[in-house]
């Protein structure tokens, strides 16, 4: 199985889960808060409504007096503060810890009693169908505060061992999800391939047929329109047969099966055959193909698959180019020996690059097909640097040119 395909997904489903976690958390928490805020709320008004019949009157004012005589008598423990207002909204007295000094309906900081949030109520005191002041409860919210806190804290303590647990779940569930379709692409690659080497027995035949024949119309001296009938044959067979060849290639590359030979080489056993093989392609287009000079270096990879790769980038620049000049350029540093091919063709429009690797893509359909091609050029580079553990990227502007950088691990 790929295990690259299968990290990814479980990496994927365990961030997807720690995101669904602490959604699911903060709306849990949102909710206990609520229940918590309810809960004191009713607690107060419990409370007030116990209280307010024990409050009497002195000097026209309300008192608590009767009602703290009662407490001690009972050795109540008085946690909550207790006050009672006049009618101008003044402190009259106050029982308990010290509290809010004014009337609010709802939360408070108070800092006399070492930082306190309280949570607040108050209602008006009646005596004989006239309103004589207010009484005011307020309680601390520190309990509520700390319940809260653990339960975050513990979410939070608990998140590293449900990770590695949705870790271990999720690799066991993508191992057992994608090995079907691993299996199923091993097949169609291994259908590529014996495709492909079929395609090249009638391709064969066909090219020796043609050999033969032009050997015979020479002797019989036939006409122009026979020999261009040949070439017309030689050159689908040919092209036939090079479609097979980068299926081939396409396919083993890309299977996790294929055991791809690695040396350590070079830089410059790699680069010198491409540039002297892509020198007759440029002096037919009569394009300057240029190269720095290729730095002293060592990587490791397969030789024959690392200039298939570097040839069919210099091929396609010189290929897009019809005026200017191709130029190889090399960045050198601790991991990478990046190879930058640049070229001051056509360019590639920015809607198409994100498919440019894409089996079978063509930007210009209509130009790929004058100068030959099926779209696997690029399929085929991405797929070697792949199997290099290597890395590409494309910038291009319309009728400026094309940049490819090709990185290389260093041995």
């Known amino acids: 199985m790929n295990l690259r395909l299968r990290k990814r ?30 809960s004191l709320s009713r607690q107060l008004r419990d409370l007030s409504n116990e209280i307010i019949p024990a409050v009497e009157v002195v000097n026209n004012q309300p008192s608590l007096k009767m009602w703290v005589s009662r407490a001690k008598a009972r050795h109540d423990q008085v946690a909550s503060t207790i006050q009672v207002f006049d009618n101008n909204r003044h402190l009259v007295e106050q029982v308990g810890p010290p509290g809010f000094g004014a009337l609010l309906d709802g ?3 108070v800092h006399d009693a070492g930082d306190v949030v309280v949570q607040s109520f108050y209602c008006p ?3 004989g169908g006239r309103q004589i002041g207010y009484l005011q409860i307020q309680i601390s919210s520190g309990l509520r505060d700390d319940a809260l806190a653990t339960i975050v804290w513990a979410m939070l303590g608990l998140t590293p061992f449900l990770a590695l647990a949705v870790y271990l779940c999720g690799s066991w569930f993508a191992g057992n999800a994608v090995r079907p379709v ?23 035949v066909i090219e020796a047929s043609v050999q033969t024949c032009e050997e015979l119309f020479e002797e019989r001296k036939l006409d122009r329109t026979d020999h ?3 070439a017309i044959i030689s050159r689908a067979s040919n092209r036939m047969k090079a479609l097979g060849e980068s299926l081939i290639v396409l396919a083993r590359m890309e299977s996790p099966q294929y055991e791809l030979t690695q040396d350590v080489l ?7 055959p491409v540039m002297a093989e892509s020198r007759q392609l440029a002096r037919g287009k009569k394009i300057d193909l240029e190269c720095a000079t290729v730095p002293d270096v060592a990587i490791r990879g397969s030789g024959e698959a690392l200039e298939r790769m570097l040839l069919n980038v210099v091929a396609n620049a010189i290929r897009y180019t019809d005026q200017g000049k191709v130029s190889l350029s090399f960045k ?12 001051t063709g056509c360019g590639i429009p920015k809607d198409s690059l994100p498919h440019i690797f894409e089996r079978f893509y063509r930007v210009d359909r209509s130009r790929s097909r004058v100068m030959g091609g099926y779209g696997l050029g ?17 910038a291009s502007e319309i009728n400026m040119g094309t940049r490819v950088a090709l990185g290389l691990r260093r041995a």
């Open 228 to 230: 261009e009938i040949l």
């Open 266 to 272: 070079k830089l410059a056993s790699v680069v010198e």
């Open 332 to 343: 050198i540093d601790e991991q990478y020996a990046t190879i930058v091919v640049e070229d």
């Open 378 to 394: 690029l399929s085929i580079v991405k797929a070697i640097i792949d199997r290099h553990r290597g890395t590409i990227t494309v």
């Open 9 to 38: 997904l479980t990496l994927e489903f365990v961030m997807l889960f720690i995101l669904l976690y602490f959604v699911g958390g903060a709306v849990a928490i949102f909710v206990f808060a609520s229940q918590l805020d309810l």
């Open 125 to 127: 005191i009646i005596d």
């Open 182 to 204: 691993e299996e199923t692409m091993a097949l169609l690659r291994q259908f590529v391939i014996d495709a492909a080497h079929e395609i090249n027995t009638p391709v064969s």
């Open 107 to 109: 939360k408070a900081r």
